[in-house]
Each structure stands twice: as C-alpha cells, then as structure tokens.
C-alpha cells in the first residue's frame, strides 16, 4: 500500500489551543485543509465582546497562522451548548452571528446542539438552525457526551421538524450506539477520535468494516484538553494496516467532509491543489508566527 501522497481533512479540531508544531506535523502526515468550530473555551465567557474576538481571530488569525505551514483553514461559526444556558449573553452572542456566518471560510452554523439538553440549549439550537436555513449553510451538530443516544435522536427530530434536509446536517461524535439511526435518517455521521473517550481508532476501523464509507468522516476534535491533532492521519494509515480500501479511506478522510462542507461554497479542492506558496515573511496585523526562524518560502518547503 502506498499512503505517501494520501491527503487528509481533518473536519474539527480546535486549533486556536494548538501549537505551530501541531499545524507542522499535521502537514507533514498529509493534512491539507481543517475545518475549526466554534466551540465552549474551558473557562466559561461573561462577556460578549470575547465572542467577538474569538469569532474574528478564527476568521482572521488563526487561517494566516495555518497557511504558514501550508495548510487551508475553514471554520464554523455558532453559540455552543454550553453557554447557550447563559441567556443574557446567549442574546447578544446570537445578535452577532449573522455578521461573522457570512464571511470568506465559514463553511457551517456550528458546533450548536446540547450538552444537557436544557431548554435554553434547545431555544438556542432551534434559532440557529433557522438562521442556518436563512444563510444557506449546513449545520455542524454536537451531540452531547451524557444521554447521548437521547440527545442525538432529538437533535434529528428538530432538525426535521425544522425542515432541514439531512444531506446538509453533520451529526457529530457519533459512536456504535447512535451511528445506524444516523445514517438511516440520511444524515452525515462524524467519529471523533480521542485517546481514551468517544472513539477509539480501534473501534473507528470496526465501524468502517461494518458500515462502509457512504456518509461517515473521521475529525479528532483536538483542542485545550488530552487530544490529539494527528488522529485521522493515523486511523487513516490503521484502516490502510487493517485491509480497508483505499478508496473507503479517501472518503472517510477525505472526500466526505468536502462533500459535506463544500455545500457552503466556501471549500473547494482546488484550494490546496494549486496553493499559494507559503510565504512565511508575510505578516498578519504587524505579527509573524516567528520567534527568530529563517522564513520558509516557496512550494518547495512545504512539507508534505
């Protein structure tokens, strides 16, 4: 089998808690694009002038910061689970949405959904999947880690009783209880891979064998906590070890997540096919992802 030119997406991870070692790595293990969600920062915000900030840099920052290292960065904008249960500062958050939603790389409303399933969570859920509808987007859906199957089935029902076409819905961190009614209802089923929860890649490859390829991608969800960035590029080399197809491991990596995503309009593979070359002299409001370096410049030093 020969993976040295296999290119991978990894469709959530949460690069702003990552180092410029982790986007090296990622590049050089065959990652070319990342999708970023929105998501909840371990210390909850009181203010929403941080949404504000936080939504910028994923739009701004954090795609210069990637593109040093050869990588295209897409995010997904929305108020998650678990500050939708502050309202007063849910109603300011979501006031600001549409203005973030709307700009160059947001290829989703997302990560929203629930975490205890709360009716706040639900009020807030059900307002972004309107605004979704209004904005054309796709919807990147969190399911939550307590009562998962519960939260997961009533995340499709509201879905649908929203009237949003499943083709256009990610269920994300699925896993052996939630992914058939998943895939039967005709939405997309993301795995997470962590090291010791949700899923393991062990389990992913099992997945694989017993369900295929047709709607299912592979993210690593990595962020502040125990994770890791390198998740789908190593499931993607276990299935590869384990007997599934290449061709089931391009989907799974790959094609399903721009299938899913390039929806938007806001992805395309032509992106990271014919990139820019990496300049690493280019700065970014006055401010370089340098301490002191030699600036790589040119195709020739990505390392791929």
């Not at 990552?18 to 999708?35: C, F, K, L, N, P």
């Not at 009716?119 to 969190?142: C, G, M």
């Amino acid at each position: 089998m020969d993976d040295t030119h296999l290119m991978l997406i990894d469709p959530h991870i949460h690069m702003v808690s990552r180092t410029t070692d982790d986007y090296e790595a990622m590049a050089a293990a065959g990652i070319v694009a990342v999708i970023e969600p929105s998501f909840w920062q371990g210390q909850p915000r009181t203010e929403a002038g941080t949404f504000k900030d936080y939504f910028s840099s994923l739009i701004g920052w954090e795609r210069f910061r990637a593109s040093q290292f050869g990588i295209r960065h897409y995010c997904t904008i929305g108020l998650n689970a678990k500050e939708a249960n502050n309202e007063p500062l849910a109603e300011q958050v979501m006031d600001m949405l549409p203005l973030f939603a709307t700009k160059e790389g947001v290829v989703a409303i997302g990560e929203i959904g629930y975490d205890d399933q709360t009716p706040l969570e639900d009020k807030y859920f059900r307002l972004q999947l309107e605004l979704a509808k209004e904005l054309n987007l796709p919807v990147q859906i969190h399911t939550p880690h307590r009562d998962k199957k519960k939260g997961t089935l009533r995340s499709m029902d509201v879905c649908e009783e929203h009237g949003l076409d499943p083709t256009r819905v990610i269920i994300d961190h699925n896993n052996e209880e939630t992914v058939q009614e998943v895939l039967n209802r005709g939405y997309w089923a993301a795995f997470t891979i962590y090291p010791k929860t949700k899923m393991g890649n062990e389990r992913m490859v099992e997945i694989v064998k017993k369900y295929g390829h047709t709607r299912i991608m592979i993210d690593s969800s990595a962020d502040w906590g125990v994770s890791d960035p390198l998740a789908v590029p190593k499931t993607a080399r276990l299935m590869l070890q384990r007997g599934i197809s290449m061709e089931s491991v391009k989907m799974t990596c790959y094609q399903n997540a721009l299938t899913a995503y390039g929806q938007s309009g806001q992805i395309k593979e032509e992106h990271w096919l014919n990139p820019a070359e990496v300049d690493q002299t280019r700065l970014f409001e006055g401010n370089s992802v340098l301490r002191g370096q030699t600036p790589r410049t040119g195709k020739s030093e990505i390392i791929r």
